[in-house]
């Protein structure tokens, strides 16, 4: 067999992606069709910028989520003969089936490790963004509308944390020696508590005028989120080993555990201090003093009154952070930090690959492109989202 | 002025303090002192052994102890173990009777780093300084760069040439340095792809690429743009696109207000307007993003200079960290924070000086 041109490799590609086009056509043309009626959401769609970043992210979404059709070799397979190979490389003895990226110098291929990766991102970036929102806002809220002692003291905890520099911050809490003693697993049990203490507040504090309904709620959040949270951070042969593994639903595997923390513990102080800058702003509004008139509680004001109010840059906020958070998760792989080296995400496949980078590009470049499309899709799709909320 | 100018230094000192204390507990926690007797003594030390270096050379005291040691505050320890005496203020063969007693950070001995066995103080000097050459060149390669951008691409909003560098600086911003290191080596340092070989082919170059793709030569025999030019185009072009925007934005806001408006009514040509009426008012709010840009560009340089294998100070920073080199990730960490709160200090107080409505209390 012979290797496949370029035009070959990119139709194969396109045709292994066709899951991921069917999905995308679906989904704009559902949006496009009811835009009128979904509003942020269907007003992205009238701006070009925003449209390409949505499709861009949302590629790297339904890629994610089809990737056990996508892939055309299992991402840690090695095949004999394919070390190094180049794009569109036949495999030897197997008809019809070619490396279309080409091999990494493990002989794995390069197009299906680039598809799992995706996977890794997409389940880790945006979950742990909406922990660091949970955090920063369940903090930057009273920080701000209380201000005082607390607001010096919370704000010297961030200033603290910001001031290291990022890279020797995840060295400090991903080495395999501190991850022995346990302290990323400690972080995680003070940091997921956030999300629990921001749900009951949430619900306590607009249904406390009926109490059995928000008895009902919270003890839901209690029991269900109670759970996961014992789920998410328990898990077997560590320091926190709480749940039997029968009662244990969410199985983590520790050193992305690890790695979600150290993320979220990165980025909870910016939004802290986002939080707390739209905060002092909007308290000062009339519609704040109505309801401190109307006798509602601190709660009730800075979660229902302000919280509201201040979604806009939020919104925009949250998308770029995802960004930030692909590339922190990026860097941790680049300098073989947290996760295993064998594992695809796209920072480690780049590490790997850089060593033959002046001899083999491939390796290297494929992982490092689609970095770069999704965080540039959701840099484009946060432009969008500002300049749509900017038009009302 | 000078209350807050004390407040600030005051704040940066409990920082550098609280900072320093994390790093220490957490580069001394047992499994790490257990790592460093092993690379230091021998790797194949029994528990028994791990635990009696460690209690010979001093680190078996409480951590605060220890961290007052390190800043000079506390004695340093000493221990007489068969007529000779050993400290940490005492220097091999040196008689314990002349060796000083508190020796830290505020007697200005930064300890021994034992990864490279040297004086911290010396290595610390030295890579900053290699360090400080690839942060100049950058920053002569990323303001003018970012603020022209900026400023082309401010002063007609919605103009095509507008649309067009907006989306090249959104791009930039989303390019983290160790994605464009990789396509930049891929495109100009490598000899089989990219642009080299077929620049070689026309014989326009003289090597056999473009770029080198590494930096360590630039060290021993001098920069040139063959092996400085791609860590700098590095680390700048992720700084250019967000100084851009910056300056795009504050360039806008100008261009509406009204005494350009006026000025374009009394017939200043558009070209004046810009360069004599806008500029200058544009110019203010980039400034602050420029300074509180230095520590970003300590980020780039680590992943930079680790990419290019260029040995400043963050690739010494990650050889400490992953060695757990504990003095030397010390002083690291107390110079990367006094970077990130000094530029912090200087953008505010310049920002009070170049816009004189702002008032510090």
């Not at chain 1, 990119?10 to 009811?34: D, E, H, K, N, Y």
């Not at chain 1, 269907?42 to 996508?70: E, N, Q, R, Y």
């Not at chain 2, 920082?15 to 092993?38: G, H, I, S």
């Not at chain 2, 890579?127 to 401010?154: C, N, Q």
């Amino acid at each position: 067999m012979d290797a496949l041109s370029w035009g070959q490799i990119f139709g194969r590609m396109a045709w292994q992606f066709w899951p991921v086009w069917a999905a995308l056509i679906l989904t704009f043309a559902v949006s496009v069709r009811f835009k009128r009626r979904l509003g942020l959401y269907g007003k992205l769609h009238d701006s070009p910028v925003g449209m390409i970043g949505f499709g861009l992210v949302m590629f790297w979404v339904f890629t994610a989520l089809f990737s056990a059709v996508i892939m055309t070799h299992d991402p840690l397979t090695q095949v004999s003969g394919m070390k190094n190979a180049l794009p569109g490389f036949p495999q030897k003895g197997a008809e019809g089936a070619y490396y279309l990226l080409g091999g990494d110098n493990l002989a794995r291929d390069v197009f299906s490790r680039m598809v799992a990766g995706s996977v890794l991102v997409i389940q880790i970036a945006p979950m742990a963004t909406v922990f660091a929102f949970m955090v920063g806002i369940t903090l930057g809220l009273p920080a701000g509308y209380y201000g005082g002692k607390l607001d010096t003291g919370l704000s010297f905890l961030a200033n603290l944390i910001l001031a290291f520099p990022v890279i020797l911050l995840f060295y400090l809490l991903v080495t395999p020696e501190i991850v022995q003693s346990g302290l990323p697993q400690y972080i995680g049990v003070v940091l997921f508590l956030f999300p629990l203490i921001f749900l009951t507040v949430l619900i306590n504090s607009r249904l406390y005028v009926k109490p059995a309904l928000r008895n009902l709620l919270v003890g839901l959040v209690a029991v269900i989120g109670g759970w996961l949270y014992l789920s998410l951070l328990s898990s077997p042969g560590t320091r926190i080993d709480l749940l039997p593994p029968q009662a244990d639903a969410l199985e983590m595997p520790g050193n992305i555990l690890i790695v979600f923390v150290s993320v979220v513990f990165v980025n909870a102080p910016t939004v802290f201090r986002i939080v707390r800058g739209l905060v002092l702003d909007i308290k000062t509004r009339d519609y704040v003093a109505a309801s401190q008139t109307r006798g509602e509680g601190p709660w009730y004001i800075m979660l229902w009154e302000i919280l509201p109010n201040a979604r806009g840059p939020l919104i925009v906020d949250f998308c770029l952070r995802i960004g930030y958070t692909t590339i922190l998760l990026g860097t941790l792989g680049f300098f073989g930090l947290g996760l295993s080296p064998e594992s695809p995400d796209w920072g480690s496949t780049i590490n790997a690959g850089r060593r033959l980078l002046s001899i083999f590009v491939h390796p290297a470049i494929v992982p490092a492109l689609a970095l770069m499309s999704l965080v540039l899709g959701l840099n484009l799709l946060a432009d969008g989202l500002r300049e749509e909320s900017l038009k009302d | 002025m000078p209350v807050f100018l004390i407040r600030r230094v005051l704040t940066m000192v409990l920082t550098a303090l609280c900072l320093t204390f994390v790093v220490f507990y957490l580069t001394n926690l047992p499994p790490n002192l257990e790592k460093l007797a092993k690379s230091e003594a021998s790797s194949r030390m029994s528990d028994a052994d791990v635990e009696s270096w460690i209690e010979r050379n001093g680190y078996g005291r409480p951590v605060l102890v220890r961290y007052g040691e390190w800043l000079g505050l506390t004695p340093g320890w000493t221990r007489t173990e068969d007529g000779v005496t050993t400290g940490r203020c005492i220097e091999r063969g040196q008689d314990p009777a002349t060796a000083p007693l508190r020796c830290g950070v505020l007697q200005g001995d930064w300890g021994f780093s034992t990864v490279f066995k040297q004086p911290v103080s010396q290595i610390i000097a030295e890579r900053l300084g290699a360090t400080g050459l690839l942060m100049l060149w950058v920053m002569i390669v990323m303001v003018p760069a970012s603020l022209l951008i900026g400023v082309l691409s401010g002063m007609r909003e919605g103009s095509r040439l507008d649309r067009g560098l907006s989306v090249f600086s959104i791009a930039s911003t989303a390019t983290p340095e160790y994605v464009s290191g990789v396509v930049l080596i891929a495109l100009f340092a490598s000899s089989s792809t990219g642009l080299s070989p077929w620049l070689a082919e026309q014989g326009w170059i003289s090597g056999k690429t473009l770029f080198m793709g590494t930096a360590t030569s630039a060290l021993d025999s001098g920069i040139t743009f063959w092996n400085f030019g791609l860590p700098v185009m590095t680390i700048a072009l992720y700084g250019i696109g967000y100084i851009a925007r910056m300056t795009r934005a504050s360039m806008t806001e100008v261009m509406t207000a009204q005494y350009i408006r006026t000025a374009r009514l009394k017939g200043v040509s558009f070209g004046n307007v810009v360069m004599k009426h806008a500029l200058r008012n544009a110019l203010i709010a980039p400034f602050t993003v420029i300074m509180l840009q230095f520590p970003w560009l300590l980020n780039g340089v680590v992943i930079v200079e680790t990419l290019f294998n260029y040995k400043g100070f963050g690739w010494t920073l990650v050889q400490a960290a992953g060695n757990n080199d504990i003095e030397l990730l010390l002083a690291g960490s107390v110079v990367a924070v006094f970077v990130v709160l000094m530029t912090q200090l200087i953008s505010d107080i310049g920002y009070v000086f170049l816009n004189p409505r702002i008032r510090v209390s």
